[in-house]
Structure formats: structure tokens, C-alpha cells
């Protein structure tokens, strides 16, 4: 058994089954669940059932394991195996495929659904092109930079790309970018679906417009489905970017 004076820990599995011992209990981890354990809480690993892949991620990165004893020879059995998702002094366990715990921030401070004051982390699930068009329009992505925090994108399933600085990347499943300090950076994948079309995005047309000092943008070529409110939220978008953006609209006239 061990302990962190100081980070949490936060166990995420994708197969198989995890056992750990949190104080005197004993708790499962079943695909597509986190569970966290706050500082100072004693806990180890007891098991499972394979095969098992899971991480584990530490926040902050300190060396603050602390030994405080052995694990007991007779083990309880695990608990609470009927309440998937829990919430105790010693951290919380989320099933990540129940609606509340989707599309929003898990972890952090604020508008979150379990404090953390060491990690802000998201779990986005947008199965079809209609779910990630609704989550951009609920929380428009911005071109941004972090001051001093490194940003970390994973991919469970599908792709998802992301711009960094002037370049489109792309993450596969099973796949971990990091976002140092200070660069700049975007998800786009998830904001319209024009990528899944091959058509570039209103933020990669409005930077190529910036980059070759164009007069005028405009927008055009839309999905028959999009509606005109949609097309305005894309033409702000761009506007953030390039300001001289109008998106195209029948009877549009433009004189050269």
C-alpha cells in the first residue's frame, strides 16, 4: 500500500478488469471507467481480471510515493460492483459511457463534475457528425495558448485533428499529443463536420487567407443541411481569425 503526500491519481481502463485497494476497501475498474485517488489516500493495485489494458496518470509529477504498508493477505471482496458511478472522500469513480459524465470537464475547477486542483480533463464522446456539431456550437473552440500548462489530447476511437500553429495534425486511436506552453492550437475536427467531406474548415481557410494577404474571404460550397444560423457561427469563426470573412449567400454580388 502507498500513498501521494501531495498528487492525485487517476487510473483510466480500456479492457480487462482492474481490483484496487482504496483504505480498507476494494473497488473494480471496468472498460471505458477513470477512478481517482485524492492525496494522502492509501491504495494499491490487487488484481483483476485479463487481459488488462489501462494508464495511469499522476498529477503533479512529483516523486511523492510513500510506503505505509503491505498489502493484507485475505483481500475483502470488491464493493459497491451495483453503483458504477461513486463519489468519496478518497476520489470518485466515473463510468465514462453514462450520459452525465460525457461532453463536459470531469475534473478541474469550476463549472466541473469533480473537483481537482491539479488537472483540468475532459471526455468528449461524438459518435456521428449531428453530436459534434452540437458540441461546437454549445463550446465554440478558439484558437488559444496556455501560458504555463501543458494540453494533452488522447484518442480512444476514430481521429480527431487538431491545427498547431499554421499545421493540421492528426491523432489516431491510441495515440497521445502534447501541447507545450505557448504554441498555439485548435480541435477541428469536432467544431464542423466539413473535414469528414475533405473541405477545409473556416479556421484553415481563414489562416491561408491570412497568410497570403488576400482582400476578401468568402465562404462558400455549404452543406445543404446547415442552416443559416450554423453558417453565421462558422462566418464569426473565421471572422476571429481574418476579419474581411463574409460567408456566401444566394444573390450574393461581389465587384473586383
Known amino acids: 500500500m502507498h500513498l501521494h503526500a501531495d498528487a492525485e491519481e487517476y487510473f483510466f481502463v480500456f479492457q480487462g478488469e482492474l481490483r484496487l485497494m482504496i483504505e480498507e476497501a476494494v473497488f473494480t475498474l471496468r472498460p471505458d471507467e477513470a477512478l481517482l485517488v485524492r492525496p494522502e489516500v492509501p491504495h494499491s493495485t490487487v488484481g483483476g481480471r485479463g487481459p488488462i489494458e489501462h494508464f495511469?496518470?499522476?498529477?503533479?509529477?512529483?516523486?511523492?510515493?510513500e510506503s505505509v504498508g503491505e498489502v493484507p493477505d485475505d483481500v475483502p471482496r470488491a464493493t459497491a460492483e451495483d453503483e458504477r458511478g461513486l463519489e468519496r472522500?478518497?476520489?470518485?469513480?466515473?463510468?465514462?459511457?453514462?450520459?452525465?459524465?460525457?461532453?463536459?470537464?470531469?475534473?478541474?475547477v469550476g463549472e466541473v463534475r469533480f473537483r481537482s486542483d491539479h488537472i483540468y480533463l475532459a471526455y468528449l464522446n461524438l459518435p456521428t457528425e449531428e453530436s459534434a456539431v452540437a458540441?461546437?456550437?454549445?463550446?465554440?473552440h478558439q484558437?488559444?495558448?496556455?501560458?504555463?500548462?501543458?494540453?494533452?489530447?488522447?484518442v480512444l476511437a476514430r481521429k480527431k485533428t487538431l491545427r498547431i500553429d499554421d499545421?493540421?495534425?492528426?491523432?489516431?486511436?491510441g495515440e497521445i499529443l502534447e501541447v507545450p506552453p505557448g504554441v498555439k492550437h485548435v480541435a477541428e475536427a469536432i467544431e464542423t463536420p466539413y473535414q469528414g467531406w475533405g473541405h477545409s474548415t473556416p479556421?484553415?481557410?481563414?489562416?491561408v487567407a491570412e497568410k497570403a494577404k488576400v482582400k476578401q474571404l468568402v465562404l462558400f460550397h455549404h452543406d445543404p443541411e446547415h442552416d443559416d444560423a450554423l453558417i453565421d457561427e462558422m462566418e464569426a469563426q473565421a471572422q476571429t481569425l481574418f476579419q474581411p470573412t463574409?460567408?456566401?449567400?444566394?444573390?450574393?454580388?461581389?465587384h473586383l
Open 135 to 140: 458540441n461546437w456550437r454549445s463550446h465554440p
Open 203 to 207: 479556421k484553415m481557410a481563414a489562416l
Open 246 to 254: 463574409i460567408a456566401a449567400y444566394e444573390g450574393l454580388t461581389l
Open 167 to 173: 499545421t493540421p495534425v492528426g491523432i489516431e486511436a
Open 56 to 65: 495511469v496518470l499522476r498529477m503533479p509529477a512529483y516523486d511523492d510515493r
Open 143 to 154: 484558437l488559444h495558448a496556455h501560458r504555463e500548462s501543458w494540453e494533452y489530447y488522447t
Open 89 to 108: 472522500d478518497w476520489g470518485c469513480r466515473v463510468p465514462l459511457t453514462e450520459t452525465p459524465y460525457q461532453n463536459c470537464w470531469l475534473f478541474g
